[in-house]
């Protein structure tokens, strides 16, 4: 007997081996097409490598006396990326309660809802972050108008996602008891997906950390400012550090959101 079992659907005909021929000569085709869209080109890869090198040896070795100049815009992107995280969890958490179908919200609740979202997440931060900029001038609170913006439609298809695929048991329950709507959500739903929700806010307090950086080159403040203010100067030993730093800033918050993530795992299980 086989210790392993193949999963994977397999044609069981001629002609569903064709329909598979078929559907691998079209991705190769749209493989192709995208990459002449793209304008790929490795030769041309091969032949900037030394112009890469010759940027990264200015940068060595890299300036370590500014790093006490570092330390408020450090303190500047963790602020923007924590206040820009918060309130993108606090606007989306009641928005995918109407973009999630298993609760039968209104239609055109529902429909508002998912597509306030597609619409949100398909403008980027950086566009987000000069409007913003224009219309309360440079610093850091436009980064976190605009990481919290653009959260509002990651975090909302996120959270509806997961109401969509908890348990319908215990609602339908407390539905036959006469609960009332808030109820059922705030005793049938919160309590499945609540872990699945932090889980994912610290995934995207990551995600706004790193794009924290880069909002600070459009005037949002932070390290991406004094970084980019380096690169204009070709001070590119100051670049090196202020990246440095950028990188020790992500990977903290990853070892930590990591252990955040297990000990609310541990503490769901028991």
């Avoid at 609740?109 to 398909?122: E, P, T, V």
Wanted: proline residues 5%; contains cysteine.
């Amino acid at each position: 007997m086989n210790r392993y079992q193949w999963l994977v659907w397999m044609p069981r005909s001629n002609a569903g081996w064709l329909g598979v021929f078929a559907a691998a000569l079209l991705g190769g085709y749209a493989l192709h097409w995208s990459a002449q869209g793209a304008q790929m080109s490795w030769q041309d890869l091969l032949a900037g490598l030394p112009q890469i090198a010759d940027f990264i040896s200015r940068t060595i070795p890299p300036d370590l006396d500014v790093l006490s100049r570092l330390v408020t815009p450090a303190l500047e992107t963790i602020q923007i990326a924590l206040w820009g995280t918060l309130l993108a969890a606090l606007i989306a958490a009641p928005l995918s309660l109407l973009a999630a179908g298993n609760l039968h919200m209104p239609w055109p609740l529902y429909q508002g809802a998912r597509q306030l979202f597609n619409l949100i997440r398909s403008v980027n931060e950086l566009i987000l972050a000069l409007i913003f900029v224009s219309a309360v001038g440079l610093g850091p609170f436009p980064g976190v108008l605009a990481l919290a913006l653009h959260g509002v439609g990651m975090l909302g298809k996120f959270f509806a996602e997961s109401i969509e695929e908890i348990d319908a048991g215990p609602i339908e329950a407390l539905q036959a008891t006469g609960a009332r709507p808030l109820q059922v959500i705030v005793f049938g739903v919160l309590p499945q997906v609540l872990t699945a929700w932090i889980a994912v806010v610290l995934y995207r307090f990551e995600v706004n950390l790193r794009s924290a950086t880069v909002l600070g080159m459009v005037g949002a403040g932070g390290l991406g400012f004094e970084l980019l203010s380096s690169l204009k100067l070709f001070k590119y030993q100051e670049s090196a550090t202020c990246i440095i730093v950028i990188a020790v800033m992500v990977i903290a918050a990853d070892l930590l959101s990591s252990r955040l993530r297990r000990f609310i795992q541990q503490g769901a299980r028991t």
